[in-house]
């Protein structure tokens, strides 16, 4: 995805959506905090859709987003890209106090996106839940190598600094097995950043 097709199916969802408030994460919501990246640079360029959290957060109102800009919807197939629109619940997850960091998306008023740090830490969570599920049967594949590439791609442009993101998912509070298989993802980020 480029920052020109992230604005242009922003402006969909706010034509859409106009009384609410936009949450951007996923890899695309980098582009808040580098709009002037490559999107290889960040990490964003295999990327065909974009993460978002509506508030006020209700079913009704992601089903019909879904309806008009989701995967294999008519956006989708003219445009090439889309949005998914996902429960604010999914956000219990992310590290405490992200939303005092989210940041602004240049060119809209109702529109904030994640801070890179909080995106890395919530991938890093992401890829070590889809590990343990897959282990557990829960799902036929984990989440491979999509989101550890990103993060390494961002620390070897100086983006994002590894150590510091080791210290945040340090840092959270999760059952034993998360801990341990997050662990396993930071390892593997950190050794292919050098």
């Not at 922003?10 to 490559?38: H, M, T, Y």
Request: charged residues 25%; contains cysteine; glycine residues 6%.
């Amino acid at each position: 995805m480029e920052f020109s097709t992230l604005n242009h199916l922003l402006r969909a969802v706010c034509q859409k959506a106009p009384s609410r408030r936009i949450l951007l994460f996923g890899s695309s919501s980098l582009f808040a905090s580098f709009p002037d990246a490559d999107p290889g640079e960040i990490g964003a360029a295999v990327t065909i859709d974009a993460d978002f959290f509506i508030e006020p957060d209700d079913q009704a109102t992601r089903e019909a987003l879904d309806a008009e800009l989701g995967e294999d919807n008519l956006y989708h197939i003219t445009h090439g890209y889309y949005g998914d629109f996902v429960d604010l619940r999914m956000a219990e997850s992310f590290p405490v106090g992200w939303r005092e960091r989210l940041v602004p998306m240049p060119g809209f008023e109702n529109v904030l996106a994640l801070h890179p740090m909080d995106m890395a830490v919530s991938k890093v969570v992401a890829t070590a839940s889809s590990r343990i599920q897959k282990r557990f049967g829960r799902r036929d594949a984990d989440r491979g190598m999509k989101d550890i590439n990103t993060l390494v791609t961002l620390i070897r442009a100086n983006l994002l600094n590894g150590e510091e993101l080791a210290r945040q998912v340090q840092k959270l509070d999760h059952e034993s097995a998360m801990i341990v298989e997050c662990g396993n993802v930071m390892d593997t980020v950190l050794s292919l950043s050098k």
